[in-house]
């Protein structure tokens, strides 16, 4: 029940197992292998351009899930505005979480030259249907938390990002491309601030352990299932949506990831954590993928309070909207009569 509203069967080729295949006529044939071509040679698809509609579709599907991220993913840190240590802070983290709400609206911008508005995926949004990422369902319990979410959370996200600004469809290519550079100072930021609790006193750094110790495990599930039970891997990466696939990226972050907490002088809570010399990666121990997809299904700490919290701010915000059409027709009215 709790899935995303536009899934849909992948057409012919790639297609799986028991989903019937929608035949192409003569025509779009043409425009199919015109298709495959462009995704062959590493070129991009752009909003006029004939494509599948199961690709069409897919897109939507990621990219509105990754709009709804951003957009959720104000809450955790947002909690922490009026309660950070100091004015500097306050102003990062006030710059931080706008930028976050900025890479929604150009992720909804990128989903809707695909055909579909901002209010189909917000209404899937607030029914509960779309899905956005897991990581959003745990607590903020202290400033530290807000630390580590830079570091881990936004390391975790640009690790997965950056291959996507090479995604076969331009505008969200391009989208990304922007949303990284901000990532980046984000995550750095999140550094710094834990850099600066770890010079502290025994209970910052006992903060700063504790927040690690919670997220960690987290941010390893946000790569998404292991490849061998991700149903939309093989077909994103044959597309060129995906560019790596969830297991690598998963490794590639852990193998960043180590020496950064080194430096930190934190302990990452994995004992089967070790350097393997032979694979020249580190290794890591089993993620709880049970409480994973329970938290994807609805069923995790926050899951309700998030989506209560986002429904309110939209039923709130209607007079801005209702405002801003007002406004809008009065211009048009006003341009109108000075034409005629
Ligand atoms: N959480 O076949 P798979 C951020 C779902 S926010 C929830 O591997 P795919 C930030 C998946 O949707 C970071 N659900 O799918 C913001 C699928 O379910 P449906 C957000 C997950 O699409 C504020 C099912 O599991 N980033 O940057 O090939 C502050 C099977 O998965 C998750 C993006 O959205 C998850 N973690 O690969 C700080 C990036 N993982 O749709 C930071 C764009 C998997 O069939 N998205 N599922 O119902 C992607 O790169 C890909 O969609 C994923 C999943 C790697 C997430």
Redesign the pocket.
């Known amino acids: 029940m709790y899935?995303?509203s536009f899934?849909v069967q992948d057409q012919a080729e790639g297609k799986p197992a028991g989903l019937k295949a929608v035949p192409l006529s003569e025509a779009e044939q043409v425009l199919n292998n015109r298709f495959e071509a462009t995704i062959d040679a590493d070129g991009k698809i752009e909003p006029r351009d004939w494509m599948p509609d199961a690709y069409r579709k897919?897109l939507v599907?990621?990219?509105s899930?990754?709009a709804h991220?951003?957009i959720?993913?104000?809450l955790p840190?947002g909690n922490w505005i009026s309660r950070a240590p100091s004015l500097k802070r306050k102003a990062i983290l006030i710059a931080?979480v706008q930028d976050?709400g900025g890479?929604g609206l150009y992720l909804y911008s990128a989903a809707e030259t695909l055909g579909t508005s901002r209010d189909q995926m917000l209404a899937a949004l607030h029914s509960g249907k779309a899905?956005?990422?897991?990581?959003?369902n745990y607590p903020t319990l202290n400033w530290a938390d807000v630390g580590v979410?830079?570091w881990l959370?936004?390391g975790?996200?640009?690790m997965?990002?950056i291959p996507?600004c090479r995604c076969s469809y331009g505008p969200y290519a391009r989208a990304m491309i922007r949303?990284c550079k901000e990532?980046s100072f984000?995550q750095r930021q999140g550094y710094e601030a834990l850099l600066v609790m770890m010079r502290g006193n025994d209970e910052q750094k006992a903060m700063v352990q504790d927040a690690v110790n919670r997220w960690w495990w987290k941010c390893l599930?946000?790569?998404?299932?292991p490849?061998s039970?991700?149903?939309?891997?093989a077909q994103?990466m044959r597309w060129g949506?995906?560019r790596i696939s969830?297991d690598d990226?998963r490794q590639k972050f852990i193998d960043a990831t180590v020496p950064q907490a080194q430096v930190l002088g934190v302990s990452l809570p994995d004992p089967e954590l070790k350097w393997n010399e032979a694979r020249g990666h580190w290794d890591h121990g089993q993620i709880d993928w049970d409480e994973?997809w329970a938290?994807?299904n609805g069923n995790g700490p926050c899951n309700k309070e998030r989506l209560a919290t986002r429904v309110k701010a939209h039923n709130d915000g209607q007079w801005v909207r209702d405002a801003a059409l007002a406004h809008a027709r009065k211009q048009q009215q006003r341009t109108l009569k000075e034409a005629a």
């Open positions: 899935t995303q899934s897919t599907r990621q990219i899930q990754h991220s951003e959720v993913g104000m840190e931080k976050e890479h899905k956005y990422s897991s990581i959003f979410i830079g959370v936004d975790a996200a640009i997965n990002q996507l949303v990532e984000h599930a946000m790569f998404g299932p490849d039970d991700s149903p939309h891997s994103g949506i995906k969830n990226l994973f938290t994807v």
